[in-house]
């Protein structure tokens, strides 16, 4: 089925169903939660109901988008009686794999259909239906694209979580995927009432000070390797305790081990809560660092991936720097 097919399908669904269950990734970013805020409000508008459920609260600074305070923090435990209510179709936004669902996409199994929408190279075509396009800057563009085709309402709440969305998964318009319809969206955004300058105070250029305690921290552990083609920053679980952060607050350190003149790859490796290290990576011009991440039993991007991996961190970074070794060589860049 090509894009329009689809695309036409999914507000069929829409347009047929009173209430949905909306899901996204877990430790969900800017273009996770924008794009579910977005497809709640305007199916809201239009009396439907959207039941939005994760396994954690919003955290900061996405809590501040419009609509963010509905979303319904379950547990990884719990879920069954949000099971039980009826719904005409599960959406699934964001999300490259089930796995990042966690214990979710087992609760809600049974529930059909499954819509997966989301720009991730790595995307294993998990729904019944799948509106998957990794040439998409975000996966906001393709909720926009729906409710374009659905003439749903892009009400000005609507249209700020989808350029805040836009805005946070291009790096505020500069990575690879800052394409001209990304432009062309958020320009359209703005002339529904959007505010870039209060969205940046509200979303972007907002950090309570654990944050800048915890970066000096991560910054002190900048460690070069392959004649500086590859940076590695490390945070074990203690770090962000010591300093009263939360997990969230090292989201996008690793652009700095990224910023370093000469480094292709870059790498930030955070002990996890439940044990084990969730890689982070980036890279500049050459390596694809979803490739890499699949082969840790990850995936993402070409130019933003990541894993989760158990073991010892010393072993880890060792086999983690052999395969970055051997990309890198491969490619002769
Ligand atoms: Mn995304």
Redesign the pocket.
């Known amino acids: 089925m090509n894009q329009e097919k689809v695309e036409s399908k999914i507000v069929e669904i829409l347009e047929k169903g009173k209430r949905f269950l909306l899901l996204t990734h877990k430790d969900p ?1 800017g ?2 939660i924008g794009s579910t805020l977005a497809l709640a409000w305007t199916l809201g508008e239009t009396g439907r109901e959207c039941i939005m459920v994760s396994e954690e609260p919003t955290a900061v600074p996405y809590d501040a988008l419009p609509g963010a305070h509905k979303i319904m923090a379950i547990g990884a435990d719990y879920g069954d009686q949000v099971a039980e209510r009826g719904f005409e179709a599960v959406l699934v936004l ?1 999300c490259a794999d089930e796995k990042r669902l966690g214990r979710f996409a087992e609760t809600f199994s049974h529930i059909r259909p499954w819509i997966n929408i989301d ?1 991730h190279e790595t995307n294993t075509f998990f729904g019944d239906i799948n509106l998957v396009r990794p040439d998409a800057s ?2 906001a563009e393709l909720i926009f694209n729906v409710i374009k085709r659905g003439g749903f309402p892009l009400t000005r709440e609507v249209a700020e979580n989808i350029f805040a969305a836009i805005q946070a ?1 291009t790096g505020s318009f500069r990575y690879e995927n800052t394409t001209s319809t990304a432009f062309r969206i958020a320009a359209e955004m703005v002339e529904r009432g959007v505010d870039p300058w209060q969205v940046n105070l509200k979303v972007m250029d907002v950090y309570d000070i654990p944050r800048l305690r915890l970066l000096s921290k991560a910054l002190d552990t900048i460690e070069l390797h392959l004649n500086g083609r590859l940076a590695m920053m490390t945070l074990p679980a203690s770090v962000f305790q010591e300093v009263g952060a939360e997990r969230e607050d090292s989201e996008r350190f690793v652009d700095y081990a990224r910023f370093i003149r000469g480094v292709e790859v870059a790498a930030f490796v955070r002990e996890m809560d439940s044990g084990g290290y969730k890689f982070s990576l980036r890279s500049n011009n050459c390596v694809n660092v979803a490739d890499l991440a699949r082969r840790f039993g990850g995936g993402g991007h070409a130019r933003a991936a990541g894993f989760e991996w158990q073991g010892q961190l010393e072993k880890l970074k060792k086999d983690f720097i052999k395969e970055v070794a051997r990309v890198l060589n491969g490619k002769g860049c």
Do not use: F, I, L, V
């Open positions: 970013d273009d996770a964001d720009h975000s996966t998964d």
